[in-house]
């Protein structure tokens, strides 16, 4: 098991455990686990967008299963982070279709105007560019995610105005 | 202009909000679904010829027949959003701008299958889509639509949306029974099929978003209606997503039976190439069908029309046709490395693959590999023999089709392309620059091919 020497503070707000029950409700009363994936995604959302070891055991209780029905759904779904990222990490689909319209050309244009090289998080912890496999945006390529939303029909210009959008704290990450 | 009855209302300002919806027809349906025997609404889809829009193409009437309800067990309707299908974002279009009309269709199809519980799985990336239907349920059920005795029927259902969290995998649908019971997604040996045993070993139908959006128009217009539109055993209209090197990307709704050929020089459809480029190769299905090159697009091999349907699009079988799959139309002309392309499918596939089987999860790594090395000038003569003897020891040797997806891209590439992938082998010099073929095309340089000799 990986294990994150880095620390991360827990904090279950009245909000957030609010919203998980009402996700729990979703599901028959002895169908709790089903909830997780769901679950875990407004906890990832309230906690820096990653998943230490410690978080995931308090998901577990939550929902009275065991760290270990948790921590392999963690590691089976790729938008669940088991380290810190970026604040801004920028998920750039680069399969064929973004392929065929620029993105290889655009991730390189973003890694060397951030100084990163591709899943390299910036030194002032602000950005990350990722390669990820096709988020369904075929016809808007080239494209990235980033939290939440999606950022389509790119070019240099209009990623160096979402940099300074970032920079300029412009940008919504999640949508509560 | 072709006839439309999924996006019909698309256009119209704020229908994605109930009153909206609802001033224009919305949730009519349901009203006359409960005056119906749940049966013959079964049979009215039946009549409809509605295939599956998924990309399996499995008859949806045929599907929703199959389901238990001998056992007495509570049985489950879900709708399958977890669209993730390279070249595909049809499903998305319709959730995001009248996510009404999959609730209204949900609310139909559910009341026809006898499912007290239903559900509706979307991808975890289309995070902001899972929002806006989340909201359009909330609206249902506060205007009756949803919950207890509706609308005074006496019948029952409750609707939820679930989000998944980046697994490709889980749009196969026991894969995804199992990420909705919040299990890893690995797919189920069936039999049981999941009519028979699914979600919490329930009864359970799996159906497409575009599909059982088509159920509204089906219970108003009744099934020998829609069986009219489109043509022959493609019944019905379409949605196809298209992508690549053409002037007009995006959603199309297209009536069955139309030529490829006008679909994609039509203003009304693709617009034609970019730049006027030569076309050079098509993938009609999304990234697992056969890729078809240029000289079988226009014209099956017989020499007649190929047309947008199940039936056009396959004949020749895979030798020379392909599949209409799930309607993911990615277009390539001429600046394309077929190589290159085939290595990122390959790539996509060894990601996705869930690791449960040992020719998918191995093989699917190995043919990213040697497309790799082909690709950057290492590939050897003896590669391309090798992509197809691993693609043929993976197809039909695993749990679920991702397999088959997987391998079908590399034999159709070989088949139909072969001589490019011999240039990569024999000019590495020439493919060093990942553009390669942007200044030099292919064709101009095919003749070299030929004079040497291995």
């Known amino acids: 098991m990986e294990i994150s020497n880095i620390k991360q503070e827990i904090n279950i707000t009245e909000a957030l455990m609010t919203r998980i029950n009402e996700l729990i409700s979703h599901y028959p009363a002895d169908k709790k686990k089903s909830a997780l994936i769901p679950v875990l995604h407004e906890v990832q959302d309230a906690h820096d967008n990653w998943l230490s070891v410690e978080l995931q055991q308090k998901v577990a209780e939550i929902l009275d299963i065991l760290p270990i029905e948790v921590y392999e759904v963690v590691t089976f779904y790729t938008m669940f982070n088991t380290k810190p990222i970026a604040k801004y990490m920028f998920e750039f689909c680069r399969t064929s279709c973004c392929a065929t319209r620029g993105v290889e050309d655009l991730m390189e244009y973003a890694c060397s105007k951030l100084g990163v090289k591709e899943g390299e998080i910036t030194s002032d912890g602000m950005f990350q560019v990722v390669g990820v496999e096709c988020l369904g945006a075929c016809g808007y390529a080239p494209m990235l995610q980033l939290g939440d939303f999606y950022h389509e029909k790119l070019s240099k210009e209009s990623f160096d105005k979402l940099i300074e959008d970032c920079k300029a704290e412009k940008i919504t990450l999640h949508d509560k | 202009m072709g006839r439309k009855i999924l996006l019909d209302k698309a256009n119209i300002p704020g229908i994605k909000t109930y009153e909206v919806y609802r001033e224009n027809g919305g949730y009519k349906s349901v009203e006359k679904a409960l005056t119906m025997q749940p049966d013959d609404i079964t049979e009215e889809v039946k009549t409809s010829g509605l295939r599956g829009r998924g990309g399996a193409g499995f008859p949806v009437g ?28 049809k499903d998305r279009y319709l959730m995001e701008y009248i996510p009404h009309l999959l609730i209204e269709g949900m609310i139909t199809s559910s009341y026809a299958l006898g499912c007290n519980l239903s559900y509706i799985y979307i991808r975890g990336e289309y995070m902001w889509v899972f929002k806006i239907l989340e909201k359009a349920i909330k609206e249902a059920y506060a205007n009756g639509w949803l919950g207890k005795n509706i609308k005074g029927s006496g019948y029952d259902l409750d609707l939820y949306v679930h989000v998944g969290a980046g697994a490709y995998i889980c749009g196969e649908e026991t894969a995804l029974i199992e990420s909705l019971e919040g299990k890893r997604g690995n797919p189920r040996i069936k039999p049981p099929f999941p009519a028979i045993s699914g979600l919490w070993a329930n009864p359970t139908v799996v159906n497409n978003v575009e599909s059982i959006s088509a159920v509204p128009w089906i219970v108003m217009n009744g099934g020998a209606e829609y069986a009219k539109i489109g043509l022959e055993r493609s019944t019905g209209t379409k949605l196809i997503s298209a992508s690549g090197h053409i002037k007009n990307p995006g ?37 697992s069908v056969p890729i078809l090159p240029a000289h079988l697009i226009y014209k099956t091999a017989a020499g007649t029309d190929r047309l947008m349907t199940y039936e056009s699009l396959s004949d020749g079988g895979f030798a020379t046709g392909s599949m209409l799959g799930s309607g993911g139309f990615i277009v390539y002309n001429d600046t394309t490395c077929i190589v290159r392309n085939t290595w990122n499918f390959s790539r996509f596939y060894h990601h996705e693959s869930c690791g449960q089987c040992t020719p998918c999860r191995e093989g699917t790594g190995w043919l990213e590999k040697i497309l790799w090395r082909i690709e950057n000038g290492q590939g050897r003569e003896e590669d391309i023999e090798l992509l197809w003897n691993i693609q043929s020891k993976i197809e039909g040797n695993t749990i679920c089709p991702l397999g088959d997806a997987a391998s079908w891209p590399v034999a159709a590439a070989i088949r139909h392309f072969r001589e490019e992938f011999e240039y990569h082998v024999r000019f590495p010099e020439k493919i060093k620059d990942r553009n390669h073929f942007v200044a030099e095309p292919f064709s101009k340089v095919q003749h070299l091919v030929s004079k040497q000799s291995v």
């Open chain 2, 251 to 287: 959603v199309f709704e297209i009536e069955m039976g139309i030529t490829v050929e006008e679909f994609i020089n039509s203003d009304e459809y693709c617009g034609g190439m970019i730049d006027d480029r030569p076309l050079k190769a098509l993938v009609p299905g999304g990234s």
């Open chain 2, 62 to 89: 045929m599907k929703w027949s199959f389901i238990d309800k001998k056992s007495g067990k509570p049985r489950h309707l879900v709708c399958n959003a977890d669209e993730s299908e390279p070249g595909t974002f």
